[in-house]
């Protein structure tokens, strides 16, 4: 084992022990390839699953290792723009949801930037089971920290991703805008879950997403 993957298992592990006490749960994976055969595994047979806008779990394979599992998949590329809104609403009754994180603190707290806000409100009251999975680039010490991360390392790679003509994507600084198209409306903390079942914390010893 290679010291900077000995390094992510003892940081996950000390995630993990922090994400306990908040009652969320939480798995190490060494890589993309095995989080998604693990993460497949845990949804059983006939399960409507979805998932918010991750490049994450496109990138770990987990996307096309669901389209061959025996689930039912409620898909957004599938979805026509003006039938967005009521997707976001329906997914509330997905039976497992599929997101990653903007930024994830060594004490546990699970931060999300959001646009529409679709994410983070199925995060906080939504399906029965949300599966969180994040690669080990998304660590950090602190909250401001993982605030920072979120609008200055995730923002503006995500904006440029979508095509969006956010100031962010001119010179990649949040400039904490008031564009129409701007993603980061919405600051999302997770500091603790009152139902000790619902969300489940994948970290990943690779670097995946923004």
Same mark, same amino acid.
């Given at each position: 084992m290679s010291a900077?993957?000995?390094?992510?298992e003892k940081?996950?592990? &000390?995630?993990? #022990? /922090?994400?306990? %006490?908040?009652? *969320?749960?939480?798995?190490?994976? @060494?890589?993309? %390839?095995?989080?998604a055969e693990y $993460?497949?595994?845990?949804? @059983?047979?006939?399960?409507?699953? &979805?998932?918010?806008g991750s490049e994450s779990i496109r990138q770990c394979g987990l996307l096309d290792a669901l389209k061959q599992a025996p689930v039912t998949l409620w898909d957004r590329a599938e979805v026509k723009p003006e039938e967005m809104k009521a997707f976001y609403r329906k997914a509330f009754s997905a039976d497992y949801y599929l997101m990653s994180?903007? /930024?994830?603190?060594?004490?546990?707290? *699970?931060?999300? *930037?959001?646009?529409?806000?679709?994410?983070?409100?199925?995060?906080?009251?939504?399906?029965? !089971? $949300?599966? +969180?999975? /994040?690669?080990?680039? #998304?660590? $950090?010490?602190?909250?401001?920290?993982? $605030?920072?991360?979120? !609008?200055? +390392?995730?923002? @503006? @790679?995500?904006?440029?991703?979508?095509?969006?003509? &956010?100031?962010? &994507? %001119?010179?990649?600084v949040c400039h904490h805008c008031f564009s129409k198209q701007k993603i980061c409306s919405m600051l999302h903390v997770l500091e603790f879950s009152r139902d000790p079942e619902r969300i489940h914390v994948v970290l990943v010893g690779e670097t995946l997403g923004f």
């Open positions: 900077i993957s000995s390094f992510y940081q996950a592990e &000390t995630i993990i #022990k /922090a994400l306990q %006490k908040r009652q *969320i749960s939480g798995r190490y994976c @060494p890589d993309g %390839k095995s989080a $993460v497949c595994s845990r949804i @059983p047979e006939g399960a409507a699953v &979805t998932w918010g994180a903007n /930024a994830i603190t060594l004490d546990g707290r *699970i931060v999300n *930037i959001d646009g529409n806000g679709n994410r983070v409100a199925a995060l906080s009251y939504g399906p029965d !089971h $949300v599966v +969180i999975l /994040a690669g080990m680039n #998304k660590v $950090v010490s602190s909250l401001e920290e993982a $605030v920072d991360r979120a !609008h200055n +390392i995730a923002a @503006p @790679p995500n904006s440029i991703r979508l095509g969006l003509e &956010t100031p962010c &994507t %001119k010179d990649g």
